[in-house]
């Protein structure tokens, strides 16, 4: 799913807001979202799952084309943990 598909189905399932106020809520959440994360805090949406960023140590790399080893530097990258509920629906889905 896309996020327009996503604007799409909350615009079609709440019969009282246009596309354009969907869209809105939808660029509103994922920014705050990623505000959060940039900032290092943590996002925790019950039943559905929790955000936060972790650190990643540096480490030598190999450069796919030539082979030389790289020095990949330490960085910081979001992560995304599925709360009970979502594991539960989605193995269920099988």
């Known amino acids: 799913m896309t996020k327009s598909e996503l604007v799409e189905i ?10 354009r106020e969907a869209e809105v809520v939808v660029n509103t959440i994922l920014s705050v979202i990623g505000d959060a994360l940039a900032e290092g805090g943590h996002v925790e949406l019950r039943g559905f799952g929790s955000f936060s960023t972790k650190q990643r ?15 990949v530097p ?9 709360g009970k509920e979502l594991r539960e629906r989605v193995g269920s889905a099988s």
């Open 10 to 19: 909350i615009a079609e399932k709440q019969g009282g807001i246009t596309r």
């Open 74 to 82: 330490a960085k910081t990258v979001p992560h995304f943990k599925p």
């Open 57 to 71: 140590n540096a480490r030598l790399g190999r450069n796919p084309k030539t082979g030389d080893s790289v020095m």
